[in-house]
């Protein structure tokens, strides 16, 4: 075995192990050996991202391209690193290029189908995560992505659908059981909204967001005792939730508890000052006397 093929095994070693340190200065002793390779800048790059250090990985991605311009996964993972940056313009061109190189990239597509979904590109979205699907029919995390961009399109019925694969393809997976207690709960299916959330909770007690679509359920049930309970529990991970506080108030308010209902409102205020809703509804409880 090489000097250049030990140095480069070392360092794949250490990054598997997640020792990323170690692992950048074995590729240093590699670039210097060859600094012409491609994977050794591709592969500090990668240690680099690990550590969250994403400027000093889009350069050695970067390099990784100048000495290899076919090198779809070098573009790919600048393309993660800019994602990681909020630059979603040059992380989507870096998508692109990977799949110009390797049409069969479900990678690129997923996470470009990440991307549209949260800039609102919805038909977009849903093409990327089909395609990767068709790539690769086991990846439950594009059928849960498609689901969340169907239940915000409210196409609920598809989004019922796209979860329900995804827990087929992997049955711990709590924001499945999340997304598709929120799409039962929009359509109106409130005792499957909340056998999904209690799905999702055994899963993960700290999700934060089951217990606010489980309140929101409770709402609409009628029962404002368990919406209390589950408002509080979000409220106890997230103290600066003003929408939180703003539910809980509504909650307050139809059992008639004004006092707590104005005390919600006027956190949620406090911590969105352009919350117009919590605004009226304070002065509507001024106007009762309260």
Known sequence: MTKKRRIYNRGNAY??????????????????????????????????????EYASAIGD???????????????????????????????VADYDEALRID??????????????????????????????????PNHAD????????????????????????????????????????YAYASAGDYDRAIADCNEALLLNPNFAGVYIVRGAA??????????VVDYTEALRFNSNDADVYYNRGFVYYYKEDYARARADWEKALQLDSNDADARNNLEIL?????
Request: aromatic share 16%.
């Open 103 to 136: 049409p069969n990239h479900v990678g690129a597509y997923f996470n470009r189908g990440v991307v549209y979904g949260n800039q609102g590109d919805y038909d977009r979205a849903v093409a990327d995560f089909t395609e990767a699907l068709r790539i690769d």
């Open 61 to 91: 991605y970067s390099v990784a391209i100048r000495l290899d311009l076919n090198h779809a996964d070098a573009y790919f993972n600048r393309g993660a690193a800019y994602d990681e940056r909020g630059d979603y313009n040059r992380a």
């Open 286 to 290: 001024r106007g009762m006397g309260y």
């Open 142 to 181: 594009a059928y849960f992505n498609r689901g969340v961009v169907y239940a915000d399109q409210g196409d609920y019925d598809r989004a019922v659908a796209d979860y329900t694969e995804a827990l087929r393809l992997d049955p711990n997976h709590a924001d499945a059981y999340n997304g598709r207690g």
């Open 15 to 52: 990054a598997r192990k997640g020792d990323y340190d170690r692992a950048i200065a074995e590729y240093d002793q590699m670039i210097r050996l060859a600094p012409d390779d491609a994977d050794a800048y591709f592969n500090r790059g990668n240690a680099y991202y690990e550590k969250g």
């Open 218 to 227: 409770y709402v609409d049930q009628g029962d404002y005792d368990r919406a």
